[in-house]
Nanobody, 128 residues
Framework: QVQLVESGGGSVQAGGSLRLSCAAS????????VGWFRQAPGKEQEGVAF????????VYVDSVKGRFTISRGNAENTVYLQMDTLNPEDTAVYYC?????????????????????WGQGTQVTVSS
């Protein structure tokens, strides 16, 4: 059974940075897409960033382009989300997700229903 455990959330002032980490365990397939969703109070969940195993397909929601960076650790069982120039609209619970892919360079889906492994979520609060 796949387990995803997030860490690194917290409170920061606008313009600051945070780095989220996600440690994956129990995954036995060779390829996957990993990513982050977020849910702000009163809003629908939103896909933030996704990355395939090969690292050649990295996608971001428009609102975070140029500010957030998704990456994998050297062992590929850790995923990071570097968040810079944070603003209050980034306040949300952030969830790490994983999708079993058919190839190393697969296009990553952006729909919630495609991801069957989710972390417990970590709160990010940005104050103005």
């Amino acid at each position: 059974q796949v387990q995803l455990v997030e860490s690194g959330g917290g409170s920061v002032q606008a313009g600051g940075s945070l780095r989220l980490s996600c440690a994956a365990s129990g995954y036995t397939y060779p390829w996957n897409c990993v990513g982050w969703f977020r849910q702000a109070p009163g809003k629908e969940q939103e896909g933030v960033a996704f990355m395939n195993t090969g690292g050649n397909n990295t996608v971001y929601v428009d609102s975070v382009k140029g500010r957030f960076t998704i990456s994998r650790g050297n062992a590929e069982n850790t995923v990071y989300l570097q968040m810079d120039t944070l603003n209050p609209e980034d306040t949300a619970v952030y969830y790490c997700v994983l999708h079993t892919a058919r190839s190393r360079f697969a296009d990553c889906p952006r729909e919630q229903r495609a991801y069957n492994s989710w972390g417990q979520g970590t709160q990010v609060t940005v104050s103005s």
